[in-house]
């Protein structure tokens, strides 16, 4: 291959074909290129200077890629914002999943949540907890590490996402809701905020694609992203939940063209001090 490329991967019978694929993605590093001026150098003399220049291409490269089939949050946390209690909180917390799987600790939601084919992993907070919960429900997955966007061309945030709400489409008369945020001092504050949801997203066995444009945080030395989830329980509310899978922060970067010389030594034409 001359270029990253994906591959997809699908179960074959002989006769039929699967309906789920997986993606399998060859990545592709340039190699710099080595330039000499001028082109056809003179090798004796000393009328002309031999200039040699280190030219590459650029590369992409993954400053989040959590699957999350390794079990646990993998390079996330769950962070709780709310006043219920621990065992309340230790329920509706972020907490990593095996497909096909059935809350068993709610009294409403009962959905089916499939993150993909066979025991495919993912993360999901729930809402809806037995015991009842008597104040808001707030819990954030949260990267626990910030990464340097320095020096990227471009980046993007991309993951499945399957969010499940009681209220209406829209409804806004409790505060229940989920938003994607951003944060650029290593999550001491989240002022920007991707999105915000109102409205079912995906169901339980086929999340939705959601992809964001994050070019405005290229150049930033301590950046983070959160997905939080907060539902009102009072009233007879009881609330859903949140998944997600597959979380990917990408872009591309200049190729990092620095070498080193090796093998023989270097001519004297190189080690003239008077040549710039």
Same mark, same amino acid.
């Given at each position: =291959? ?55 291409? =650029?590369?992409?490269?993954?400053? =989040? ?20 209690? %621990? ?10 999943? +095996? ?34 919960? +008597? ?9 626990? +590490?910030?990464?340097?966007?320095? %020096? ?25 809701? %989920? ?18 949801? =109102? ?52 872009? +591309? ?24």
């Amino acid at each position: =291959i001359s270029a990253t490329t994906t591959y997809w991967v699908t179960a074959w019978n002989g006769s039929c074909e699967s309906i789920l694929r997986t993606a399998i993605v060859a990545k592709y590093n340039p190699l710099l290129t080595l330039t000499f001026t001028p082109a056809a150098p003179a090798v004796c003399g000393e009328n002309t200077i031999i200039a040699l220049t280190a030219a590459g291409d =650029i590369e992409t490269v993954n400053l =989040i890629n959590e699957t999350f089939e390794s079990g646990g949050l993998g390079v996330f946390s769950t962070v709780n914002n709310d006043a219920n209690s %621990a065992a309340i909180d230790n329920i509706t917390k972020w907490q990593n999943y +095996t497909s096909v799987f059935v809350p068993t600790t709610t009294n409403v939601w009962f959905p089916a949540v499939s993150s993909g084919f066979g025991t495919n992993k993912f993360a999901l907070t729930l809402s809806d907890s037995n015991p009842y919960a +008597t104040n808001p429900t707030e819990n954030s997955l949260v990267l626990t +590490t910030a990464v340097n966007s320095t %020096a990227f061309l471009d980046l993007t945030l991309t993951f499945k996402l399957y969010y499940s709400r009681y209220l209406d489409d829209g409804d806004v008369s409790y505060s229940e809701y %989920a938003t994607i945020d951003v944060s650029t001092d290593g999550g001491a504050t989240y002022p920007t905020t991707l999105q915000t949801l =109102i409205a079912d997203t995906g169901i339980g066995t086929r999340f939705s694609a959601v992809s964001f444009n994050l070019n405005a945080f290229i150049n930033q030395t301590n950046l983070k992203i959160r997905v939080r989830n907060h539902s009102w329980t009072g009233n007879g509310l009881l609330p859903d939940g949140v998944a997600v899978h597959d979380i990917l922060l990408s872009g +591309t970067r200049p190729l990092n063209t620095s070498f080193a010389w090796s093998g023989a030594s270097l001519p004297d034409v190189y080690r003239n001090a008077g040549c710039p």
